[in-house]
């Protein structure tokens, strides 16, 4: 399954709201859908798994949504640490795949 | 806390084998929950799974590495390995072993490891 995420690029302020999509060539398997959360230099951190579940310490401005072939993640209130890259990731068919990315910067 | 630790050579001659391994501490690798896999990404670029090994041996693979990757588990030892033949410059890339929910999402990472390829 091929990921497309839009936009690639997504230039925001802190406090505005940012909407990031990850659109699927199939339909995922049972949702099974996560975001993740990378920061230069570092390990991608898990933020939502099974498209709308927040993983441990996640905090509450971070959410997913979607079903099928489209999958959205939110963050209200955009906080100056937000501004990473995000990516998609579907497993629920072999192989996993991941979506290219969207980099959120500061406008 | 769990934590992993990738250790292997940061350079790799071309067509030669790469070999990592994933030190896992603060729990156990013989849990029934997870999958232990590894993930690549190239420099600038995505995320790309490589593989994933059960406790019992059981493994799965990305085809698009075409049979060259092995991944293995060591219970006595608590961690996992992963060898990758004959590669070239497109395997350059950071090097991630990871705790995967089943098959699936990836809630602890390694910090990654940079493996170039050139001679």
């Known amino acids: 399954i091929v990921l497309t995420q839009s936009p690639g690029t997504l230039s925001l302020s802190p406090g505005e709201r940012a909407t990031l999509s990850c659109t699927a060539s199939q339909s995922v398997s049972s949702n099974y859908l996560a975001w993740y959360q990378q920061k230069p230099g570092q390990a991608p951190r898990l933020l939502i798994y099974?498209?709308?579940s927040r993983a441990t310490g996640i905090p509450d401005r971070f959410s997913g949504s979607g079903s099928g072939t489209d999958f959205t993640l939110t963050i209200i209130r955009l906080e100056p640490e937000d501004f990473a890259v995000y990516y998609c990731q579907q497993y629920g068919s072999s192989p996993i795949t991941f979506g290219q990315g969207t980099r959120l910067e500061i406008k | 806390q769990l934590q992993l630790q990738e250790s292997g050579p940061g350079l790799v001659k071309p067509s030669e084998t790469l070999s990592l391994t994933c030190a896992v501490s603060g729990g156990s690798i013989s849990s029934s929950t997870y999958f232990w896999g590894w993930i690549r990404q190239p420099p600038g670029k995505g995320l790309e799974w490589i593989g994933s090994v059960y406790y019992s041996g059981s493994t799965h693979y990305n085809p698009s590495l075409k049979s060259r990757a092995n991944i293995s588990v060591d219970t006595p030892k608590n961690q996992f390995s992963m060898k990758l033949n004959s590669v070239t410059a497109a395997d350059t890339a950071v090097y991630y072993c990871?705790?995967?929910?089943?098959?699936?999402?990836?809630?602890?990472w390694g910090q990654g490891t940079t493996v170039t390829v050139s001679s």
């Open positions: 990871a705790r995967q929910v089943g098959l699936g999402s990836v809630d602890v």
């Open positions: 099974g498209a709308s």
